[in-house]
């Protein structure tokens, strides 16, 4: 399938250690990418291990993306090793959860740093490199709160509704330019994000109940989708939100 074939390509996926963006990057590898692992705390090896086992280049950067000095040297890193980049997922994100009349400033503040403000000078960084080489593709992580309101954290639900208005703003200044920017909107997935709700047994039973797949969704649902989203497949896309989310949705 010549459409998803990633050969040659590089990606930059950010928060790879774990949970989606490790899912995420593999599937990239898998479909042929060259692949940089950023993660903060967790080490990427095991990513890394299997991305050479695919026959891939993989490489490991260890960036805070909260901090925004520190975010040169991810696409400068990337470009040193591979000479290039083709794709970038902005996935690294936190949730705090607490009643919105008690939630912290500072709460807020981590959460819009990692989940927004990273997005968006990682995105210009890449963009930059993406515009004068013609071509590129940029693949946010939004989230079911890009379009509700959600419970107990009004700083997620404000990052990531302001994801998916910059995934729109950049798509609509570079789709000229040979760079897609979309988005995908993850439904309930089993990750260390949501391990709060799941051990609720009030809220997991009404998550499930909503789900109309009947099941919370696994890091590997992403893969494909993010593929998709990085391959020539979808290069008439441009600022698309791709929900995959069991149909959440649509119930
Ligand atoms: P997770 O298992 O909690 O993993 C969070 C990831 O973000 C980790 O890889 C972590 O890296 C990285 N990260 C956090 N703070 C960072 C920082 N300051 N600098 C660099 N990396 C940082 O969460 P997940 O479920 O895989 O979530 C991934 C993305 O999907 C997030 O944007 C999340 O909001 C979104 N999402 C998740 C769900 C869901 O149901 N799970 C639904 C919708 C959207 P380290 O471990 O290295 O610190």
Not at 104 to 130: C, T
Not at 174 to 180: D, E, I, P, R, T
Not at 238 to 247: E, F, K
Request: proline residues 3%.
């Amino acid at each position: 399938m010549s459409y998803f074939d990633l050969t040659g390509k590089v990606a930059v996926v950010t928060g790879a250690g774990r949970g989606l963006g490790e899912a995420i990057a593999l599937g990239l590898a898998q479909a042929g990418a060259d692949v940089a692992f950023v993660t903060n705390r967790t080490p990427a090896d095991k990513g890394v291990a299997a991305a050479e086992a695919l026959g891939r280049k993989a490489i490991s950067i260890q960036a805070d993306v909260s901090d925004r000095s520190a975010l040169p040297g991810i696409i400068d890193r990337t470009i040193e090793a591979f000479g290039r980049i083709d794709i970038l997922v902005n996935n690294a994100g936190i949730i705090r959860r607490t009643p919105a009349a008690d939630h912290s400033y500072e709460d807020w503040q981590e959460v819009i740093d990692v989940n927004l403000n990273s997005v968006f000078v990682l995105s210009q960084l890449a963009g930059k490199h993406m515009i004068e080489q013609g071509s590129g593709k940029i693949i946010n992580i939004a989230s079911m709160l890009s379009y509700q309101g959600g419970i107990n954290v009004p700083g997620y639900t404000s990052s990531k509704h302001a994801v998916a208005g910059l995934t729109k703003a950049l798509a609509s200044e570079w789709a000229s330019k040979g760079v897609q920017v979309n988005a995908i909107a993850p439904g309930y997935m089993s990750t260390d994000n949501t391990e709060a709700l799941r051990e609720d047994p009030v809220r997991s039973t009404q998550i499930l109940q909503r789900i109309p797949a009947g099941r919370w969704g696994t890091s590997e649902d992403l893969a494909g989708p993010a593929v998709f989203l990085a391959s020539q497949a979808s290069d008439y896309m441009n600022g698309h939100i791709l929900a995959v989310d069991g149909g959440w949705l649509v119930r």
